[in-house]
């Protein structure tokens, strides 16, 4: 989910609707991104588990379009980038942390001269038990 003032939790007015799209568009392109990261087996949703069904419900309802599962957020000149993957276990998880966090930076930066905070988690999916 996107928002362009979480803390404030200001609602998008007519003038606010550009700049939503355009941090839900960075947060579709920033997926799509760590998706190729050496490394990474999934990207999961940033979103604490709430937020993300109560979102998933309402975009069933009103007909959303698709979301980015990368938390991009912008409050004053800073963009704050949060995302959530999975990792490969055969590689080592804070090299792997560190790439996904350079390709957050520089793409959400994209020489716009904000100041961009990144935060990336890494979560241990259990491969199934064999039967």
């Known amino acids: ?3 362009e003032d979480r803390a404030g939790d200001q609602h998008h007015g007519a003038h606010d609707d ?3 799209a355009e941090l839900d568009d960075l947060s579709l392109d920033l ?3 760590l998706r190729g990261v ?5 990207v999961l949703d940033a979103r604490p588990v709430v ?4 979102t998933a419900v309402a975009d069933g309802i009103d007909g959303g379009g698709p979301r980015g599962l990368v938390d991009v957020v912008r ?3 800073v963009l704050t980038v949060a995302a959530s993957v999975a990792t490969d276990v055969g590689q080592a998880t804070p090299e792997t942390l560190a ?8 793409r959400a930066g994209g020489g716009s001269g ?3 905070v990144v935060s990336v988690t890494a979560r241990v999916i259990e491969p199934p038990l064999p039967r």
């Open 75 to 77: 409050t004053g000149g």
């Open 18 to 20: 550009g700049a939503a």
């Open 38 to 42: 050496e490394g990474v087996v999934e």
């Open 99 to 106: 790439r996904v966090a350079a390709v957050l930076r520089d």
């Open 114 to 116: 904000a100041e961009v």
């Open 31 to 33: 997926t799509d991104a």
């Open 51 to 54: 937020v993300a069904a109560i």
């Open 1 to 3: 989910m996107s928002t």
